[in-house]
Protein backbone atom coordinates (compact mmCIF):
# COMPACT_ATOMS: atom_id res chain seq x y z
CA UNK A 1 0.00 0.00 0.00
CA UNK A 2 1.29 3.54 -0.97
CA UNK A 3 0.39 6.71 1.04
CA UNK A 4 -2.11 7.80 -1.80
CA UNK A 5 -3.84 4.73 -0.39
CA UNK A 6 -3.29 4.72 3.07
CA UNK A 7 -5.08 8.45 2.73
CA UNK A 8 -7.49 6.88 0.88
CA UNK A 9 -8.64 4.57 3.55
CA UNK A 10 -8.79 6.82 6.06
CA UNK A 11 -11.37 9.03 3.94
CA UNK A 12 -13.70 6.05 3.35
CA UNK A 13 -13.60 5.29 6.85
CA UNK A 14 -14.13 9.49 7.80
CA UNK A 15 -17.10 8.80 5.84
CA UNK A 16 -18.29 5.70 7.42
CA UNK A 17 -18.12 7.76 10.76
CA UNK A 18 -20.64 10.64 9.22
CA UNK A 19 -22.96 8.08 7.85
CA UNK A 20 -23.20 6.45 11.31
CA UNK A 21 -23.61 9.34 13.03
CA UNK A 22 -26.27 10.51 11.26
CA UNK A 23 -28.41 7.34 10.58
CA UNK A 24 -31.43 7.20 12.37
CA UNK A 25 -31.08 3.44 12.61
CA UNK A 26 -27.60 3.39 14.15
CA UNK A 27 -27.13 2.29 17.81
CA UNK A 28 -23.90 4.58 17.95
CA UNK A 29 -23.95 6.90 20.83
CA UNK A 30 -23.59 9.88 19.29
CA UNK A 31 -26.44 8.82 16.98
CA UNK A 32 -28.51 8.00 19.82
CA UNK A 33 -27.81 11.95 21.24
CA UNK A 34 -28.60 13.44 17.51
CA UNK A 35 -32.08 11.94 17.71
CA UNK A 36 -32.36 12.94 21.04
CA UNK A 37 -31.92 16.64 20.18
CA UNK A 38 -35.77 16.20 18.06
CA UNK A 39 -33.77 18.78 15.66
CA UNK A 40 -36.22 20.07 12.58
CA UNK A 41 -34.43 18.85 9.09
CA UNK A 42 -32.68 22.15 8.47
CA UNK A 43 -30.58 21.83 11.98
CA UNK A 44 -29.84 18.40 11.41
CA UNK A 45 -28.31 19.07 8.18
CA UNK A 46 -26.74 21.80 9.50
CA UNK A 47 -24.95 19.57 12.11
CA UNK A 48 -24.01 17.10 9.62
CA UNK A 49 -22.19 19.99 7.82
CA UNK A 50 -20.48 20.48 11.48
CA UNK A 51 -19.79 17.36 12.05
CA UNK A 52 -18.23 16.12 8.53
CA UNK A 53 -16.21 19.58 9.00
CA UNK A 54 -14.69 18.51 12.48
CA UNK A 55 -14.13 15.18 11.44
CA UNK A 56 -12.25 16.41 8.43
CA UNK A 57 -10.45 18.73 10.33
CA UNK A 58 -9.31 16.01 12.72
CA UNK A 59 -8.20 13.40 10.48
CA UNK A 60 -6.14 15.66 8.57
CA UNK A 61 -4.10 16.64 11.32
CA UNK A 62 -3.92 13.66 12.58
CA UNK A 63 -2.47 12.52 9.21
CA UNK A 64 -0.21 15.04 9.05
CA UNK A 65 1.04 14.22 12.70
CA UNK A 66 1.76 11.11 11.18
CA UNK A 67 3.43 12.43 8.10
CA UNK A 68 5.86 13.78 10.24
CA UNK A 69 4.60 17.61 8.60
CA UNK A 70 2.42 18.30 11.64
CA UNK A 71 2.54 18.38 15.59
CA UNK A 72 0.49 15.78 17.88
CA UNK A 73 0.15 16.92 21.17
CA UNK A 74 2.59 20.13 20.83
CA UNK A 75 5.44 17.82 19.42
CA UNK A 76 6.13 17.17 16.28
CA UNK A 77 8.22 14.14 15.13
CA UNK A 78 9.06 12.04 12.15
CA UNK A 79 7.32 8.67 12.38
CA UNK A 80 7.46 5.37 9.61
CA UNK A 81 4.05 3.86 8.53
CA UNK A 82 4.47 0.53 7.88
CA UNK A 83 2.14 -2.41 6.53
CA UNK A 84 1.20 -5.84 8.23
CA UNK A 85 4.24 -7.32 5.67
CA UNK A 86 6.56 -4.37 6.80
CA UNK A 87 6.25 -2.51 3.70
CA UNK A 88 6.58 1.18 4.33
CA UNK A 89 3.92 2.65 3.55
CA UNK A 90 4.98 6.55 3.88
CA UNK A 91 7.68 8.64 4.09
CA UNK A 92 8.21 11.80 5.36
CA UNK A 93 5.94 13.97 3.47
CA UNK A 94 4.28 11.68 1.14
CA UNK A 95 1.46 11.82 3.58
CA UNK A 96 1.19 15.57 3.09
CA UNK A 97 0.95 15.46 -0.22
CA UNK A 98 -2.28 13.76 -0.84
CA UNK A 99 -4.23 14.31 2.23
CA UNK A 100 -5.56 17.48 1.48
CA UNK A 101 -7.15 15.87 -1.72
CA UNK A 102 -9.27 13.19 0.14
CA UNK A 103 -9.60 15.90 3.27
CA UNK A 104 -9.89 19.03 1.69
CA UNK A 105 -10.35 22.66 3.72
Not at 36 to 61: H, K, M, P, W
Request: hydrophobic letters at 35%.
Amino acid sequence: MEAREFVSRWRKHKDRLLTSFTDPDSTLRVAERIRALNLTDEQRDELCVVIDGVLVDTFYSLLLGLDGSGQIGGTQEMYEIRGEDGELISSCGQIEAVAGEFFPA
